[in-house]
C-alpha cells in the first residue's frame, strides 16, 4: 500500500517534469525550425547582403531588408514617443494619485484596451486616423505616423501596467521621508519615487518596444508597405512583420527562404530587447 | 459522486472529439470534397461559382483557398489539392502541369471617382508606377504627389502588370504595397490621389477605371483584342483530372458557368 | 522667477487626472464606434446563419464555430500542460538552474510576436507534419502561444495559497500529490481560471498567428484536418478587401462583445480570488 502511494508521488512528478520541459522544448522547436528555414539564405546570399541590402525583389534573387529593419524601428520609435509619456503619465496617476475606487475602475478598463485585437486596431486605424492625416498633413496618410499613432496606444496597456509595478513597489518609507522634508506629492514623485522606480519603468518601456516590433496585422493595414525607408512621417514604411505577413502565403522556394530569414532577424531583435528588459536591468522591486 | 461528474463528461467529450475526428468527409456514402487552392484574384470567382454549383450538386464540398498562384501551383505539384488557381501563364519548370484556362480577365488601372483623369497612355502608367512621373500635374491635374499601389512579389496579378504593362522596367521601391485585389482597391477607393490596378472583375462604382490609349477596359474591348492588358484565369492539374473534379470543371465551362462569370464582369467563351 | 511648488502640484495633478481619462476614453471610443456602428448589422439570423458571396449577405456562423472550436482545443492542449508546469515550480522543487531555465524558456515563449508563431506553425505544422492548412495545425499553434500565460496565472494562484492549509493536509497525512489535487488546486482554483479565461480571450482575438496555420476557408470545419476561419480572421478579410464594411462592423461587435464579456469574467473571478486571501 506504502508502496503505491511512493510509486504513484514518483510518477506524478516525472509527469510534471515532463510538462514543465515542454515550454522549453517548444521553444528549442520554435527556434530550430526558423533558424532551419532562415539560415541557408544568409550562407547563400551572404549576410551582408540580406542585412544590409537595400533591394528586396525575392523573385528576382535580391533579398536586402535594411529598408525594413529601420522602419521597423522608426515605427517602434515612434510608438514610443507616443505611447511612453501616455502610459507613464497613466501608471503615476494610479499609483499615486487615483483613490481605491478610481483605481477599481481604470485597472480594469485599462487591462480590457490590452485584450482588444490587433485587427480591430488596425481596421480603426485605417477608417480614422489614415483619412486625418491624409486630410491634415498630407501624403497618403498610409504612413509612419498612422502607424506609430496606433502602436503608441497599442503599447499603453504593457508599459501601464509594468511601470505600475515598478511605482508601487517603491518603499512607503521613501515617500514618507520625503514628505516628512516638506516636499509636494510632485516632488516627491519626481524626485524620489520615479528615480528608485527608474529601472522598472525602463523595462517597461523596453517591453512595450518589443510589443510594437512584433505587431503585425494593425501594421500592415496602415503603414502601406512600400519598400523604401520612409523620407518624411508622412511616408509609407514596410516592417519586418508586414513582410512576412504580406508575402509568406504566397511564397516558394527562395522568397520563402527569405522572409524566415526576415523572421530570423525579428526574431534575434525579440531576443536582444526581451533579454535587457529581464536580465539586463536589475529590477529593483522590494517586495 | 465522482461517477457521475464523469458520466456527464465523459460522454460530451466523446461528441466533441467525434465531432473533430478527422476525414469525416471521407466515409462512404459521403460527400465528394474537392480542394482548390491559389490565385487570390481568382478566388473570389471560384467560390461564386462553387456556391452556384453545390446548389445542384448537393453531394459536393469544395473547399477552396487562396495562398496565392505561386503556392496554388506548388500545391499541384505535391498534389494537396486537386486543382490550382493561377492567375499568370505558367513559367519555366511549372512548364509540365495541365492547365485549363476557365476565362480571361483584364488589369485594369484605377483611380479614385473624383479624380478627373479619365485615360493615359500604357507608357504613362510604366512612368507612374517606376517614378517617373510622380505628380498629378504631369498628368493634367493638381500639383500633388501620385499615391501608387502595387502588389506584393510573388502575386500573379503582379506578375501580369510586369510583363504587361511595365515590360522590363520595375516598379518604384516607395509605391505601396497591398496583399490583395480588393485591399488595393479599398486604399484607391479610400485615397483621392491613388492610382491602382485591379482585377476587371472587381471594379465597381467605389473606384474609376482609367481608358489606356484610348481604350476603355470592357468586355467588348478584349474580345476584339483591343484593351491589351488581359491575363488568363487558369486551373491547374497534375496529369488528368479526377472524375469529381472534371464534374466541377465542365459546369464552370458550360453556358451556366461561363454566365455567372461574365455576371462577375470576366471574359467568358460565349457572348 | 520660480513657480510655488504647490502650484506645479496642482497643475500635475490635473494634467494626470486628464491624462488617464483620456487613456481610457479611447478604449470608451473604440468599443463605441464598433458597437454603434455595428449593433444595426448584428442579429439573430447574423449570428446562426452561413456567409453568402464570400460574406458579403449572410451571417458568421462557420466563424464563430471555428472560433469556439479553435479556443476549446487549444486549452484542452495547453492547460494540462501550463497547470502542470506550475505545480512543478511552485511545489516540486526549489529555486535552481532547472527552474531558472524554465523560467527562461516561459518568458521567451510569452515575449515572441504572434507573426513568428505563425511562421513557426506553418513551417512546422503546415508543411513539415504535412496538417496543411487546418484546424489541428492552428490549434497546436495557439496551444504553445497561450501557455506562458496559462503558467504564470496559475503559478502566481498557486503561490497564493496559504502555506497552514498545506501543513494540515500534511498532518492529516495526506500525500503530496494528494495534497495538491485535494486541497492546492481547489484553493487556486479561481486564478487558474482566470488563466484559462484570458487566454481563451488571447485564441479568440488573434490572427497573423492563425491565418497561416488554420487557413481562411469559409466552410464550416467539420474535422480537424478541415481548414477553417475565426471571426478575428474573418473580420480581418471582410475589412482589409472592402467586401463588405457592414458585416465587417457586424463581425467586430460580436468578436468585440465576446472578448470583453470573457476579459470581464476573468477579471470577476480574480477578484473573487483576491478577496477571498486578503
Known sequence: MIDRTVFKERFV????????????????????????????????????????????????????????????????????VIGAPMGLSCAIYLSEYSGKKMKMFLKPALELLAGIPSVVFGFLGVIYIVPLVRNYLGGSGFSLISTSLVLGVMILPTIISISFDALVSVPKTYREGSAAMGATKWQTIYKVIIPSAKSGILASFILGMGRAIGETMAVIMIAGNALKIPGSILDPLRTLTGNIALELAYATGDHRLGLFSTGVVLMVIIMILNYIANFGIKRKIAK | MRLRRWAIILPLLCAFLVSCSPNSNDRPGRKHTITIAGSTSVMPFT????????????????????????????????????????????????????????????????????????????????????????????????????????????????????????KGKEINDATMVQDSNGSVKEVVATDPYAIGYISMGLVDKKVKPVAIDGVSPSIKTIKSGRYKIVRPFLYITNGELEPKARQFVDYILSKEGQTILKNEGLVGFYD | MRINPRIINRLVRMGLNVQAFFTVGILIIIIAIIFFKGFPHMSFAFIFSFPEDMGRE?????????????????????????????????????????????RFGVESLA?????????????????????????????????????????????????AVPRQLRIVSYSLSASKWETIKKVVLPAAMPGILTGIMLSIGRAVGETAAIIFTMGSSLRLPLSVMDSGRTMAVHFYILAREGISMEKAYGTAVVLVLSILLINILAYYIMNKAIARYS
Open chain 2, 47 to 166: 467560390e461564386k461559382l462553387a456556391e452556384h454549383f453545390v446548389v445542384d450538386h448537393k453531394n459536393f464540398i469544395i473547399d477552396v483557398q487562396g495562398g496565392g498562384s505561386t503556392a496554388g501551383i506548388q500545391a499541384v505539384i505535391n498534389n494537396t489539392v486537386d486543382l490550382g488557381m493561377s492567375s499568370r501563364e505558367l513559367k519555366e519548370g511549372e512548364k509540365t502541369l495541365n492547365t485549363i484556362t476557365i476565362c480571361h480577365d483584364g488589369i485594369v488601372v484605377v483611380v479614385h471617382p473624383e479624380n478627373p483623369v479619365t485615360e493615359m497612355g500604357l507608357d504613362q502608367v510604366r512612368q507612374i508606377f517606376s517614378g517617373r512621373i510622380s505628380n498629378w500635374s504631369q498628368l493634367g491635374w493638381k500639383d500633388r504627389k501620385i499615391d501608387a499601389v502595387s502588389r506584393e512579389e510573388g502575386s500573379g496579378t503582379r506578375s501580369a502588370f510586369e510583363d504587361l504593362v511595365m
Open chain 3, 58 to 102: 449572410g451571417g458568421i456562423f462557420p466563424s464563430i464555430v471555428g472560433t469556439i472550436q479553435l479556443a476549446l482545443l487549444s486549452i484542452l492542449f495547453a492547460t494540462p500542460l501550463g497547470l502542470g508546469t506550475a505545480i512543478f515550480l511552485t511545489e516540486y522543487t526549489r529555486e535552481s538552474l532547472f527552474t531558472k531555465l524554465i
Open chain 3, 111 to 159: 515575449g515572441i510576436p504572434s507573426i513568428l508563431y505563425g511562421l513557426f506553425g506553418f513551417i512546422f505544422f503546415v508543411i513539415k507534419l504535412k496538417m496543411g492548412w487546418s484546424l489541428l495545425a492552428g490549434v497546436l499553434t495557439m496551444t504553445i502561444m497561450i501557455l506562458p500565460t496559462i503558467i504564470r496565472t496559475s503559478e502566481e494562484a498557486i503561490r
Open chain 1, 13 to 80: 512528478k516525472w509527469v510534471l517534469v515532463a510538462f514543465a520541459l515542454s515550454s522549453l522544448l517548444f521553444l528549442f522547436l520554435i527556434f530550430l525550425f526558423i533558424l532551419a528555414e532562415g539560415l541557408p539564405l544568409f550562407l547563400k546570399v551572404g549576410v551582408k547582403n540580406i542585412i544590409f541590402g537595400f533591394k528586396w525583389a525575392p523573385t528576382k534573387g535580391y533579398f536586402g531588408i535594411f529598408p525594413m529593419i529601420i522602419s521597423s524601428f522608426l515605427v517602434t520609435i515612434g510608438a514610443l
